[in-house]
């Protein structure tokens, strides 16, 4: 059976949600015309045996096949990637599960594409001039393996990627600017056991991330790019947090 669904930008929902409910204190901080927020539509379909994703002019594809492997009853070993009348394939090193979500950098020139795997997930960005892709997980400086990639999106402007990873018991938020491949940490006063969202602000000066620390307790936090310091803006529950991560 085929579905089709419209992926709605994550900022805008983030942004949103951040000033409904409880959260509205939140608006003191900061309010949803403040959050970048991307124009393109993102549409997903997915059948038995097929997902396809199209922004724009782009359609990204994959073909599911019968999988041998635990936890996984099917499993993705390449991507498709067309953009216009040039495509080409992304072979998996790995097999993965399915394709969570994918984003456009601004510019046009880059694809993020986070895909499913039996444990945790990997974010991949592809090149589209070049028909080459990284790994996050990989290259991202950790003191251990990176299991998972929570949350991400690209900045307003260019190709600077930011991005929450880590694994079950540590989370940590980077930005990555692909043009220059390099790498900006952003500074933790604890030790963050998760993370659910993070957001641009509308200048691109700015990201906005909310993280658990202690274990249920959810913070919506701001990152400066001018001064490198972290702000803590609120606290969130735990029932806000979990809306705002199924909406992604």
């Given at each position: 059976?085929?579905?089709?669904?419209?992926?709605?930008?994550a900022s805008v929902l983030l942004a949103t949600s951040v000033l409904s409910g409880n959260v509205a204190a939140a608006a003191q901080a900061t309010s949803a015309s403040s959050y970048f927020t991307s124009n393109v539509q993102t549409y997903k379909q997915e059948s038995n045996n097929k997902i396809v994703f199209q922004q724009g002019q782009l359609t990204i594809s994959a073909t599911k096949q019968a999988s041998t492997e635990p936890g996984m009853s099917t499993s993705i070993q390449s991507i498709h990637i067309d953009r216009g009348s040039a495509g080409f394939a992304v072979e998996l090193k790995e097999r993965a599960a399915t394709i969570q979500s994918i984003a456009v950098s601004s510019d046009q020139s880059y694809v993020a594409i986070q895909v499913e795997k039996e444990a945790g997930s990997e974010l991949l960005v592809v090149d589209l001039n070049e028909q080459t892709y990284k790994i996050m997980n990989q290259i991202v400086k950790n003191a251990a393996s990176v299991e998972t990639v929570w949350a991400y999106q690209w900045s307003p402007v260019g190709n600077t990627l930011a991005f929450a990873y880590g694994n079950t018991s540590l989370s940590r938020v980077a930005l990555y600017n692909?043009?220059?491949?390099?790498?900006?940490?952003?500074?933790?006063?604890?030790?963050?056991?998760?993370t659910a969202a993070v957001l641009w602000n509308a200048k691109g000066s700015g990201v906005d991330f909310v993280s658990e620390y202690p274990s249920d307790h959810y913070r919506l936090y701001r990152y400066t790019l001018?001064?490198?310091?972290?702000?803590?803006?609120q606290s969130l529950t735990r029932s806000e947090v979990a809306q705002l991560a199924k909406l992604q």
């Open positions: 059976m085929k579905k089709s669904i419209v992926v709605t930008c692909v043009s220059t491949g390099m790498f900006t940490y952003v500074p933790r006063e604890t030790n963050t056991i998760s001018h001064t490198k310091k972290v702000k803590l803006l």
